[in-house]
């Protein structure tokens, strides 16, 4: 099994800055893409940033400029370094990784959320 573990969601004001963690844990062989979504209340999840294996990145248009995805292989960790954040960031953030297990089957993972709060 593999467990994905967010941290660092928060309350902030508006403009103020934040960095989410996402470890992964388990029966990892390796893992290809990573990414960030969030659910805002009322709303439907969306992709907010992914990741490579390679490091190539992708941002939903609202956040580009702003928001800043990263990962550290060895640890099997993706970051999202978020500045100036806004009120409509507000939302919970989930990881997802498609990981191959040590039984090498690729499979997709959900962590179980951090909520990031940003009022105005």
């Known amino acids: 099994q593999v467990q994905l573990v967010e941290s660092g969601g928060d309350l902030v004001q508006a403009g103020e800055s934040l960095r989410l963690s996402c470890a992964a844990s388990?029966?990892?062989?390796?893992?290809?893409?990573m990414g960030w979504y969030r659910q805002a209340p009322g709303k439907q999840r969306e992709l907010v940033a992914s990741?490579?294996?390679?490091?190539?990145?992708n941002y939903v248009d609202s956040v580009r400029g702003r928001f800043t995805i990263s990962r550290d292989n060895a640890k099997n960790t993706v970051y999202l370094q978020m500045d100036s954040l806004k009120p409509e960031d507000t939302g919970v953030y989930y990881c997802n990784a498609d990981v191959r297990t040590l039984s090498h089957y690729v499979r997709n993972y959900w962590g179980k959320g951090t909520l990031v709060t940003v009022s105005s």
């Open positions: 388990g029966s990892i062989f390796a893992i290809n893409d």
């Open positions: 990741i490579t294996s390679g490091g190539n990145t």
